[in-house]
């Protein structure tokens, strides 16, 4: 018709063609045209759909959507499936899919059509937010009205809204697709036919409704917000109603379980969290939410969480073996993991030590750290290594399961492991001797450490040796001492110990070296010599008791003063005689006396008494070395820091003090460091000691005391100084090293180092050599010089000369001492390291002339070594200089060792200069000479000289002739033969081809044309001299081998393309062709092999953008169906073919649908039965099996219908049983037949609609129990309902169980049938325990049992307590009462006892404070532990079972508790702002009434300054005040609360009374030493102790020798001391305090008062007074008046002042005959026996006392007369 027409679709211009098969503006079209039936015309896009086929070259096709009326048999369109092809431009309609239309003559154009107006609005492809509407066209009167209908209005509303949708103007054809409709909503149609005329309605409107699907809900948000071990909760932001999609939304939790999705439980759509318990730890699980409304279902993402780990329980059979004595072998049970997922993966072991099983409790070591050890995984046992021995161990064991970041402990699990004994890990400790005698020796040592016992010490061996290594003695004892006899005298022996245990010896204390030796004068039991003294025999037969009679000589401190007795047991006098005994002799006492017997006298005195004391008055009687003696202490040197002290033994006769010696304590420390304590080594009878590890260069003081049982221990009191040597050195400080910019030299300077005299530094040693290079770094130069021989100097510095350029050099400095005994020490070293400076290298190295060409040159040269440098590499300088040619000069640097300098002048001479630079400075220039070579000239004449000998797709080969001089111009040597490559007449690239005469060309691009150019370079300047260039060769390449194509098939055709297939073809693109041309082929396989199918598919293609691939589609009839077909594509280009991979594929046939189909249950649940008959086969195709495949359709107790794919199978028969699926379920049949390889296309599928047979529900129900506020006999049991999945067939009811539990029976209760989820039971039996459970059941039986569910009713009869008395006791109140007895099922198993207390009476306000309740099982109690003297209130209820209280009617009682004593104390504190030097007030807090306890009576109060305790009656008294205190003194006071009862606890505080003057009582007291000088002492004042400043001392002579009246007035010397002295010599005080150097100022043997009195700042205090008798002194005068009478000799006495003590023997000498003798006289005369008359004698006499002799008189002359 060549009209254009507009079809209108929503107001959008669809399609635009000009055809004569498409209607006109009247809907008037040619007879014969599909249009005349109604439908639509529709332009196919690309991909659409099920018209694929039909595409034009374009990518589009029209086709013709034939309306349902025009499919009938018969109608217009015969046999017309749904869509016909529309030829563009043509008259008349196609081919299509589908059977053309029948001529124009067969279908008139009036073919009646339905009314409009009878014909419903037919809804197809309803969605959720759209849907098609189409409807039948007006018959041909409704088209032919006036006016005539032109199009339809269509217009939508939703159902309920006021609002219309915008109006859809549709032009004549009869459909409409309706789209961005809302989900779930009744909406509204209605149809308008219409004129031309917009505004006129042309029939009737036609209102129909239509609901949409509900749309896919959002995706609903499901995060995991917690896990723990058991459980798991998922947030969730639910969604709101608006994004359901729908009216009804489920939410349903799923879980995976085994790759399916299973549900889990249905939620709430509002629940915004969900709890997911009941899970295993250490469990991965994956979980999701499923939102399902009534036609679609969407998923949350999944969430995959694990559970967390969980504390495994303790391990069991723990235990630990001793496997050696310091290995415990510990072993167990894992924990029971059944309920887990979590696996152990390690135990920790912890064990720590509890104590040493030899060691008592106040002897165990410090607490150790755990240790901590971890097994591996499946470890169940572990031994413990490194143990102490015989010890104890505490050993837990803990599980371990694995956590994120470390690991999840379990319950521990503790032990008590011991180990086994072993020998002794230490010596015996502090080995000394005990005991000496000429023969013996005696041991004592201290066990080992109780750590290092490791056992029950069994007893000690020892060893004994002498100096020759011969064992002398061994043994073994059980005690810690033994005395080993028989041994030789005066020899030494070497002695060591080990303890033993059961388990063997343990190693040996180091060698203790002593010597046995006599001891003296020592005896046993109470005589004399217990108090010192000597034992002596008198000579002579000098009276009273005659020549050899044994005596006693007092000690100087037990004699007598002024005549006065002194004390016991010694009579005045200085000498005792001895009873004669019979005891054998003592000890290596002198003279023939025999041990002495205690004195016959019992007069006592008070000064020592006879068995010692602790006063320090008789501090002199202990065992002192004499001060006199100078072989005490001697030392020998063992090192700077070592010596060896050895001293002699206490002697009876040469030392002071009371015997016997029981060993001695070596004391001492640092000269002048008062502060350092002394250091004491008990040392028992050894007489020497071995110390290392002094201080070096010090002073040390040293004392040995002998010791006594009963002595005491004296003040230290230095008896010898030793030095000890000097030690090591420091090294020397701020050590330093400069060169100073000078070459060879270094400088080197330091400080002293810290030292004092005499071990000062006296010299230093310095060394140094060995040098390095700095240029060397891997020392491989060494300096000539420089050994390393030391040097001394006593400066601070030195400087070293002749030294390497850039020389490292080690330099070490020792500082030197000298001790006085060793010689030189050196002390530590101290090295540094110098570098000299750098210098110029010392030469240039030779250069080399390698090539020489007409205007170049290479010259090389090789490195200097590092040696040769003295300092860092910098560059070389060159020059090369041509002076013949206008003095050409080239200049440059490098750092490599070769150059190439071009641009000279060819044939002349050159030089060149060469220099090597380094950070010292430069080095001489080398030089060298040379000569360029001349030039040459060529040249080629035949250009046409390229041969190809061969041609690939990358590659091409040539050749060529030589040049010939002969032949070519030209004239010199060929250099090389270049070969210049070009492309589009662009060079691309050369080929240096050398002397060679051919040359492959790789690289080259396929199918490409070339051209290759040749020309010759001749020797010359510079480069060389070029030839001439050839003419172009042009070569082209072959083609490659193009892409493999490609090819699959598109569409497998259906049952209406039978005979047609479409395949789609990749054919490479330009790229991929390889070349300029190609051709492509489809070639089909047949009989004779593969042939072309069809012409050629393409020539030429355009190179594509996006692919490599060009892709199309071909299209092949005619096929024969149910048959094998192959196809291939062919590609060609000019070189190459190449094939894709074959295609095969078998054609379809064609099958129509099965006939009469039915299903049936059977009796088994969950089973269907379904036959059919045979379809009608078509084409002959065989048939192979039929496909039938069942959905679930539906449930019927969930009322509503859902389509889920089950399964599908195959079979042979024309029926089939399809077992295993749900009960009670409707499921649909479909049941498709298939031909051999491939399904029929069934143009409508067979279904069928079936109900399985169900059986009794599944699922275990979990009833809960609910209280009933109303009455507590009664129970209410709930339960979720069944899911309806699980119903599993109709009618659903519940059976109800309650049964009694009491004791051992299970009774049923009672039973009901529920149609609900509730059961209730009413007057249930008080005290009752009841079980519960629930059974679903149907029509078909009773399901399974629930979970049990267990409740308790109550107790409801039982009334309160009765009778509750209460009576108070001394330890608490006892309550007693009686219970109402009832029958029932309530035990009583006890009483509950609430208490509060309310007040305690010494308050006066109240507490109501609640006790911790109480239980008894029986109907009296004991209440202890109150408040006393307190109210409490007490409530009783009935316990009836372990969880608590019956709540029943309570009964009180009110009872008040006994007083007891007060039980706080008071607060005290010394009130210091009132405190005196005599008085202390204190002040106190009362108690708190809550611990008065009673009645409040009186205060009582007591001090050390106070005789007993002292009542205080007044309550509100809050102060005392101390009186008639001493000042200085600290004083406690104490005071406590009385009541009625008792007292209670004292408060205490402490207060010091103010400052005072000094107190007295000093103990003053005086030693006279061996030097006959006083030393007075005294000790800080015991009166009282207040400061005191100074001491003021005075001395006064009250009586002397000669009883001379002391002059009245005389006055008393006095002297102020320091408060810290505490003795002073007593000349001192006479002196006033002047050092009496020429001699001594006492009197001898007089009697000297002194005073001492204390001074501070308040005042002086009382005096302290002490008689000081002077020692005696050996006569200071001689005897005179020597007269002769008658052979006898008399002398006058020495004068008074000049005695110094008591006269008590005169010793003469008599000379004569040239003999002199000797002897004593205690007169005043003696008559020599045997002198002879007539001869000349000589004498002399002096006098003595005990402390001496005097000086001789003057010696006389006389003859005897006849």
């Known amino acids: 018709m060549g009209s254009i027409i507009q079809l209108w679709v929503i107001g959008t211009i669809l399609l635009t063609v000009t055809d004569g098969c498409i209607m006109g503006s009247r809907n008037m079209c040619n007879s014969g045209t599909p249009l005349m039936f109604g439908g639509r015309i529709q332009l196919l896009p690309r991909d659409g759909g099920l018209v694929d086929p039909f595409w034009n070259n374009e990518g589009r096709r029209f086709v013709f959507l034939v309306p349902p009326g025009g499919r009938r048999n018969g109608g217009g369109l015969r046999g017309a499936r749904g869509v016909i092809v529309i030829n563009e431009g043509a008259g008349r309609c196609s081919r299509g899919n589908g059977q053309c239309p029948m001529p124009a003559t067969d279908v008139p154009c009036e073919m009646p059509i339905a009314n409009y107006l009878d014909e419903p609005l037919v809804f197809s492809n309803i969605t959720s937010t759209g849907v098609m509407v189409t409807w039948d066209a007006l018959d041909e009167k409704a088209r032919q009205r006036n006016p005539p209908i032109t199009w339809y209005a269509l217009n939508i509303r939703e159902v309920g809204s006021e609002e219309n949708l915008p109006s859809v103007p549709v032009s004549s054809g009869a459909f409409h697709r309706a789209r961005e409709l809302t989900p779930d909503t009744l909406y509204q149609f209605q149809l308008v036919p219409m004129s031309e005329d917009v505004t006129e309605v042309i029939s009737p409107l036609r209102n129909q409704t239509m609901r949409t699907l509900c749309g896919v809900p959002s995706t609903p948000s499901f995060l995991e917000s917690s896990t723990t071990s058991r459980s798991v909760t998922f947030d969730i932001i639910p969604l709101t109603p608006d994004d359901w999609q729908c009216s009804d939304l489920t939410t349903t939790l799923q879980v995976l379980n085994d790759y399916v999705w299973e549900d889990i439980r249905p939620i709430e759509n509002s629940a915004t969290s969900v709890v997911v318990d009941g899970l295993t730890p250490c469990t991965s699980y994956s979980y999701r939410l499923k939102l399902s409304n009534l036609h679609e279902t969407t998923h949350s993402d999944a969430q995959d969480i694990t559970t967390d780990e969980e504390a495994p329980g303790e391990v069991t059979s723990a235990s630990s073996e001793s496997t050696s004595p310091q290995t415990l072998n510990v072993s167990w049970t894992p924990p029971d993991m059944s309920d887990t997922a979590c696996e152990v993966v390690s135990y920790r072991i912890q064990y720590s030590l509890v104590g040493h099983m030899s060691c008592p409790l106040d002897e165990q070591p410090a607490d150790e750290a755990h240790q901590v050890v971890y097994t591996e995984r499946d470890t169940t046992s572990i031994p413990l290594v490194w143990l102490e021995h015989y010890a104890e161990y505490n050993i837990s064991i803990t599980p371990l399961v694995a956590a994120p970041g470390g690991s999840t402990a379990g319950e521990a699990v503790s032990i008590i492991g011991s180990t086994t004994t072993a020998a002794p890990s230490e010596a015996p400790r502090e080995v000394i001797l005990k005991g000496v005698a000429k023969t013996q020796l005696t041991f004592q040592w201290r066990p080992p450490p109780c750590t290092a016992q490791n056992g029950v010490i069994t007893g000690y061996s020892y060893v004994i040796a002498d100096n020759s290594g011969e064992m002398s003695n061994s043994g073994t004892v059980d005690t810690t001492s033994v005395k080993i006899s028989d041994l030789d005298q005066d020899t030494e022996y070497t002695f060591k110990v080990a303890a033993l245990t059961s388990a063997g010896i343990g190693p040996y204390s180091s060698p203790v070296k002593e010597t046995t030796r006599s001891r003296g004068n020592e005896c046993s039991g109470k005589h004399p010599l217990q108090v010192g003294g000597m034992l002596s025999n008198l000579t002579g037969d000098t009276p009273p008791w005659g020549s050899g009679q044994p005596i006693f000589i007092v000690p100087h401190h037990l004699r007598s003063r002024n005549g006065r007795r002194t004390g016991p047991p010694f009579r005045p006098g200085g000498i005792i005689r001895i009873k004669r005994s019979t005891q054998s002799p003592c000890s290596g006492s002198s003279g023939a006396a025999n041990c002495p017997t205690p004195p016959e006298i019992t007069e006592s005195m008070g000064v020592c008494p006879l068995a010692g004391s602790t006063d320090e008055n008789c501090g002199t009687a202990y065992p002192r070395f004499s001060y006199d003696q100078e072989d005490v202490i001697s030392f020998v040197r063992l090192g700077p820091k070592g010596v060896r002290v050895t001293w002699r033994d206490w002697s009876l006769t040469k030392d002071r003090g009371i015997g016997p010696v029981t060993g001695y304590l070596l004391r001492y420390r640092r000269r002048h460091r008062p502060i350092e304590p002394v250091i004491e080594i008990p040392k028992g009878m050894s007489l020497y000691h071995e110390l290392f590890n002094l201080t070096a260069n010090e002073d040390y003081e040293f004392e040995v005391v002998a010791l006594k049982v009963e002595g005491g221990m004296e003040i230290f009191q230095p008896r010898a100084i030793y030095r000890t040597g000097c030690g090591v050195l420091d090294p020397v400080p701020n050590l330093a090293v400069t060169n100073n910019g000078e070459y060879g030299t270094l400088v080197v300077s330091w400080d002293t180092p810290n030292s004092s005299p005499p071990c000062t530094v006296q010299y230093y040693k310095y060394v140094y050599g060995e040098p390095s290079m700095k240029a060397c770094p891997d020392g491989g130069c060494k300096h000539p010089s420089s050994p390393r021989v030391p040097s001394d100097t006593t400066e601070n510095n030195i400087t070293l000369t002749d030294l390497g350029n850039y020389n490292e050099y080690n330099i070490s400095i020792i500082p030197v001492t000298l001790d006085p005994e060793v010689g030189p020490l050196f002390g530590e070293e101290r090295s540094i390291v110098g570098t000299t400076s750098e210098n110029a290298p010392t030469r240039t190295p030779d250069a080399t002339l390698t090539t020489t060409r007409p205007t170049s040159v290479v010259i090389s040269w090789n490195n200097l070594s590092c040696c040769e440098m003295a300092g860092e590499f910098t560059m070389y300088s060159y020059t090369l200089r041509q002076p013949e040619y206008d003095a050409l000069e080239i200049n440059g640097t490098t750092t490599e060792n070769t150059i190439e300098i071009e641009g000279l002048i060819a044939f002349a001479n050159f030089s060149f200069e060469l220099q090597i630079h380094s950070t010292g400075g430069a080095a001489p220039v080398n030089i060298i000479n040379g000569t360029t070579k001349p030039s ?39 250099q090389s033969y270049i070969i210049r490559v070009f492309q589009d007449d662009m060079g691309i690239g050369f080929i240096d081809a050398g002397l060679n005469l051919s040359v492959t060309v790789d690289g080259l691009d396929f199918d490409t044309m070339y051209d290759f150019r040749f020309f010759i370079v001749a020797r010359g300047p510079g480069p060389g001299v070029f030839g001439l260039i050839s003419d172009p060769h042009f070569i082209r390449t072959h083609c490659a081998v193009p892409s493999r194509p490609g ?52 020539n030429n293609y355009v190179k594509g953008t996006e692919t490599d691939y060009y892709e199309d589609f071909v299209q092949r009839e005619d096929l024969v169906p149910c048959s094998e077909v192959a196809y291939r594509v062919q590609l060609v280009n000019d070189h190459h073919t190449v094939y894709s991979e074959p295609l095969r594929f078998t054609t379809l046939g064609k099958l129509s649908n099965v006939r009469n189909l039915t299903v049936t249950e059977t009796e088994e649940p969950g089973e269907l039965f379904v036959d059919w008959e045979v379809p009608e086969v078509i084409n002959n195709c065989p048939m192979r099996s039929y496909i039938v495949e069942y959905n679930l359709f539906g449930t019927p107790a969930c009322q509503r219908n859902i389509k889920q794919y089950i399964d599908s199978i195959i079979v042979n028969e024309t029926q089939a049983r399809i077992p295993d699926l749900e009960p009670f379920r409707h499921y649909t049949i479909e049941v498709t037949p298939i031909l051999t390889g491939y399904a029929g296309n069934v143009p409508e599928k067979v279904y069928g609609l079936g109900l399985t047979r169900g059986h009794e529900p599944i699922g275990i129900l979990s009833p809960v129990v609910g209280i009933n506020a109303s009455s507590i006999r009664e129970l209410k049991f709930s339960w979720r309902e069944l899911p309806c999945e699980t119903h599993n067939g109709p009618n659903l009811t519940y059976l109800c169980e309650l049964y009694l539990t009491n004791g051992q029976r299970h009774i049923l209760e009672d039973s009901m049938v529920a149609d609900s989820e509730t059961c209730t039971f009413e007057n249930l039996k008080a005290c009752g325990n009841y079980s519960f459970r629930v059974i679903p059941g149907n029509d078909y039986g009773l399901g399974n049992v629930s979970h049990e569910v267990t409740a308790r009713i109550s107790a409801t009869a039982l009334g309160p307590v009765e009778n509750i008395s209460t009576v108070v006791l001394p330890e608490g109140v006892a309550v007693r009462w009686e219970r109402d007895e009832v029958s029932g099922l309530c035990p009583v198993a006890g009483y509950k006892l609430n208490y509060m207390l309310q007040r305690q009476q010494a308050c006066r306000y109240c507490i109501d404070e609640v006790q911790r309740p ?6 009296s109690y004991l209440i202890e532990n109150l408040r006393a003297f307190s109210t409490y209130k007490i409530n009783i209820s009935v316990q009836l079972d372990e969880q608590g209280s019956v709540g029943l009617v309570l009964r009180e009682k009110i009872f008040t508790s006994k007083s007891t004593a007060p039980t706080e104390a008071p607060v005290v504190r010394a009130d210091t702002s009132l405190s005196k030097s005599q008085s202390l007030t204190f002040k106190w807090n009362p108690i708190n009434c809550t611990a008065l306890n009673g009645i409040f009576k009186q205060y009582t109060f007591k001090s050390n300054g106070t005789k007993g305790e002292i009542g205080i009656s007044n309550r509100r008294r809050r102060s005392r005040t101390l009186p008639n205190l001493i000042p200085c003194t600290t004083y406690q006071f104490q005071i406590r609360v009385v009541n009625s009862i008792g007292g209670g606890p004292f408060g205490s505080a402490f207060g010091t009374t103010a400052i005072g003057k000094p107190g007295r009582d000093f103990s003053l007291s005086s030693e006279t030493r061996d030097d006959k000088t006083v030393i007075l002492h005294w000790q800080r004042s015991a009166q009282n102790p207040c400061p005191i400043d100074h001491y003021v001392i005075g001395a006064l002579l009250t009586d002397d020798l000669c009883e001379e009246v002391i002059p009245r007035g005389h006055e008393r010397e006095e002297m102020t001391l320091a408060g810290t002295v505490t003795s002073i010599r007593l000349e001192e005080i006479l002196m006033n305090g002047n050092d009496p150097k020429d001699g001594n100022h006492l009197k001898a043997s007089s009697i000297y008062q002194v005073t001492l009195r204390a001074r501070n700042s308040i005042g002086d205090g009382e005096e302290d007074f002490l008689e000081v008798k002077t020692p005696e002194l050996a006569p200071s005068g001689s005897p005179g008046a020597i007269a002769q009478v008658m052979g006898t000799i008399s002398w006058s006495e020495v004068p008074c002042k000049e005695r110094n003590g008591v006269i008590v023997d005169y010793e003469f000498a008599l000379g004569g005959d040239g003999i002199v003798r000797t002897d004593v006289s205690t007169r005043k005369e003696v008559t020599p026996p045997g002198l002879m008359a007539g001869s000349t004698y000589s004498f002399k006499v002096r006098a003595g006392t005990l402390a001496g002799y005097g000086p001789w008189s003057e010696e006389v002359h006389f003859q005897v007369n006849e």
Do not use: M
Not at 945 to 973: C, H, Q
Not at 1053 to 1080: D, F, S, Y
């Open 1414 to 1419: 109480l239980y008894t099982n029986g109907t």
């Open 936 to 974: 040459t000239e060529l040249f080629h004449s035949n250009l046409a000289v390229l041969v190809t000998e061969n041609v690939t797709s990358s590659s091409v080969t040539l050749s060529w002739r030589a040049w010939d001089p002969e032949i070519d111009n030209g004239t010199g040597t060929v």
């Open 1047 to 1098: 090819l699959e098939l598109k569409l497998l055709p259906k049952t209406e393309l039978l005979n047609k297939v479409i395949l789609k073809l990749q054919i490479p693109e330009e790229a991929g062709w390889r070349c300029r041309n190609l051709a492509a082929h489809l070639q089909k396989e047949g009989d004779g092999g593969w042939t072309n199918d069809g012409e050629q598919l393409i």
